[in-house]
């Protein structure tokens, strides 16, 4: 039977629960920070402990650690067995910190301040439209973050962890060519870059962004050596040359139109007629039907000023900057791939 907080029923009862369970939607934020903060994931890896060993372990409070525990596995986060000790759930298991696809470093960076605050700053936002982070940080997003080293290195940790399943996703979904130069524009450090070099191993790569995502890149392994090189630089001015297939992913999705179209125009410059462009985004369905990219949107409205889009806003700004998309892709995770020829 479903729950409150998975669908709501037909009875006003329930209906009224599922609302307030929306409504408290911040405690799951908090709760979830909670347990990413203290690494229990972490702390469960060797089997089940009860909350008094995991407070113990984390120099916390057992009663109040036992009831956060109790509302995460509600959710699916963890799972309490028949003794009242707690254990990995799949969900909980991406909150660890030593695998390969964890989840920890966005889901410190999706509930730190820099969101919450934004997040209740919707309400300005709305009556007054632009992003509601300028207002309450003083300074758009990407500026507060040169000013502050530790804010902008949790949130390249957070995008790079938010990146890894998109990264294969999209390399795995697209028919790179077996040979030339991939350009990723804004690429930050450099994960799908990566994920498509090793699986062209006759491909070069360009990683463009700026310093300091770029200090932390990700492409100085062993099975990549000689294929890549760096370059730092504004994708607002002007991006590298000769690439034959150049992407933007998750780049757009952070800013108006005017300013997608400055960025698509700096592609174009730099591309020869008949190459191609990706733009991995959320391309947004229509009607009711839920999707991330929904969620994604309000988010890019309250802290950016930026925008998801569908299939037909694409397409306008594509032509706009002398591209024409020729085909959506899916890639099996959230976003799509939108083919753009440079005409």
């Not at 995460?72 to 910190?97: H, M």
């Not at 870059?193 to 200090?215: C, I, N, S, W």
């Not at 730092?232 to 780049?251: I, M, S």
């Amino acid at each position: 039977m479903a729950t409150s907080s998975t669908r709501p029923a037909d009875e006003p009862g329930d209906l009224a629960t599922h609302l307030m369970e929306q409504a408290l939607g911040h405690l799951f934020s908090a709760a979830l920070r909670t347990a990413a903060h203290y690494r229990i994931a972490d702390r469960l890896t060797a089997g089940p402990r009860t909350p008094e060993q995991l407070a113990a372990a984390t120099d916390t409070h057992a009663p109040h650690l036992r009831r956060v525990l109790r509302y995460l596995a509600a959710r699916g986060i963890f799972r309490e067995d028949a003794s009242g000790a707690y254990q990995l759930t799949p969900a909980a298991r991406q909150l660890r910190t030593d695998v390969p696809d964890s989840l920890h470093p966005a889901v410190m960076m999706l509930t730190d301040d820099l969101f919450l605050r934004t997040s209740a700053g919707l309400t300005e936002a709305v009556r007054h439209g632009g992003a509601a982070f300028e207002r309450l940080f003083g300074a758009p997003l990407f500026a507060h973050l040169e000013s502050d080293p530790a804010k902008r290195e949790l949130f390249d940790d957070g995008m790079a962890s938010l990146a890894a399943p998109v990264d294969d996703a999209v390399a795995a979904a697209y028919p790179f060519p077996g040979t030339g130069t991939v350009v990723d524009v804004g690429g930050g450090r450099g994960g799908l870059l990566r994920a498509v070099l090793r699986r062209h191993p006759q491909a070069t790569g360009v990683l463009f962004d700026l310093a300091p995502p770029l200090a932390h890149h990700l492409l100085d392994t062993d099975d990549l050596k000689g294929r890549w090189r760096t370059q730092e630089g504004d994708f607002f001015a002007a991006v590298p040359e000769g690439g034959d297939v150049y992407v933007l992913k998750h780049v757009l999705h952070d800013w108006p139109d005017e300013d997608c179209r400055r960025i698509l125009r700096s592609c174009r410059t730099a591309m020869a007629a008949g190459r191609r462009l990706l733009v991995v985004d959320s391309v947004l369905p229509p009607g009711n039907a839920p999707h991330f990219g929904k969620t994604m949107d309000v988010a890019m409205l309250a802290v950016l000023d930026g925008r998801e889009r569908n299939a037909d806003d694409f397409a306008a700004l594509l032509s706009a900057s002398d591209f024409r998309l020729t085909r959506v892709l899916p890639t099996g995770g959230f976003p799509s791939i939108v083919e753009a020829v440079a005409d």
